[in-house]
């Protein structure tokens, strides 16, 4: 049976710290901010679980035109409100210092709920990231391309990564963040499902149980939107650089097009055991653009900058349908210049050795992420 051609609408929200100007530590949101930007921005804005923490949401969009140009209204309205608190949002992963021990809970009851269920993971949670809803309507599609969009997941986080600190100290990764998130229960890659059916077994026993209220509790890397008919992509941080964030998502939703196509002629992604493709996702948020994944189907290393070029070449003619062909081809701008978290460490490692403390090296990779976020 043939199977209409999703629209593959879509739609970006971006999660943000809030840093004081004055200190660049975290800090928590005026109840006036919270009000300006609701009033502003209505059910484009909200709070999230910690008070330090707020996050952004695009309309539906048909366009990655019309994606920038509602990703720079929404965060440009929250710049200038945040700076009238002496306030300010960074677009990153993770703060480069800041302390998880002191932070409050945002005073609603499903994040109060949230806090006493992870007890100390949940209190750990200050991590910020970009999600990319696409709709794919059809609910046997949708588990059908999770299943193998799964695999190209390690590849979209690496051109996101933007958490290389945690708590004053540079980790190592690129992504901490991910290393945060997977501390809570229901994360990760996702596992391989049958069909819509089995997904909704699978959910209804933690569900019947009264352990979850629903899907939206299950936080993996790619899922199926609980509340709308979209495949949801989480595994990527949120990056600063809004022409990153813009060619991120038009990756995902070209490559997403590229598996309908493939199902279309009866032909599909090779599955691979979520061994292998966490092998993948680690050594994404270990090593970042300048680093390699293994291509699955030859069985060795490859550096991502040719890899990136193989999944271009795969996606062009969904680039050309969707009119991004630029969006795309920004991903080889970020491969050379590198991400927020090569960035990141260059800026810290650039004051240190100018002479600045690890403190003010810390707090110039503050103001480095400042900025980027509210160019608009």
Known sequence: ?????????????????????????????????MDVCQSKLGKHFSPEALRSQIEIGTPVCRSFRDARAEIARLRSTVVAAAREHGLAPIAAGTHPFGNWRELETTDKERYKVLARDLAVVGRRLVICGMHVHAAIEDNELRIDLMNQVRYF???????????????????????????IADESPRTGMPGRFAGWDEYQQTVSVLVDAGIIQDASKIWWDLRPSAH??????????????????????ALYLCICRMLYRLRRSNQG????????????????????????????????????????????????????????????????????????????????????????????????????????????
């Not at 609408?9 to 006036?32: C, M, N, Q, S, W």
């Not at 051109?159 to 992504?175: E, H, N, Q, V």
């Not at 990136?308 to 630029?326: K, M, Q, R, S, T």
Request: proline share 5%.
């Open 269 to 376: 992604w090779r599955q691979y055991p979520v061994f292998l493709l966490e092998e993948n996702r680690w050594r994404a948020q270990r090593y970042g653009v300048g680093g390699s994944l293994f291509d699955l189907g030859k069985g060795t290393l490859v550096p991502f900058k040719s890899l990136l070029e193989e999944i271009l070449a795969l996606v062009g003619e969904d680039a050309a349908h969707f009119g991004c062909e630029a969006e795309v081809a920004h991903a080889r701008t970020i491969v050379s210049a590198g991400t927020s978290a090569d960035r990141q460490v260059a800026a810290f490692k650039a004051a240190v050795n100018s002479g600045a403390s690890i403190e003010k090296a810390l707090h110039a990779v503050v103001d480095q992420l400042v900025t980027e976020t509210a160019r608009i």
């Open 1 to 33: 049976m043939t199977i209409k051609e999703p629209t593959f609408t879509f739609g970006i929200e971006e999660e943000y710290h809030l840093v004081d100007l004055t200190t660049r530590d975290l800090a928590p949101a005026p109840k006036a901010l």
């Open 153 to 179: 997941l390690p590849h979209l986080l690496i051109l996101a990564t933007s958490s290389p600190f945690w708590d004053g100290a540079d980790t190592g990764l690129k992504s901490y963040r991910l290393a």
């Open 228 to 249: 709308f008919p979209t495949l949801e992509m989480r595994i990527t941080d949120v990056t600063p650089r809004i022409d990153d964030a813009v060619a991120i998502a």
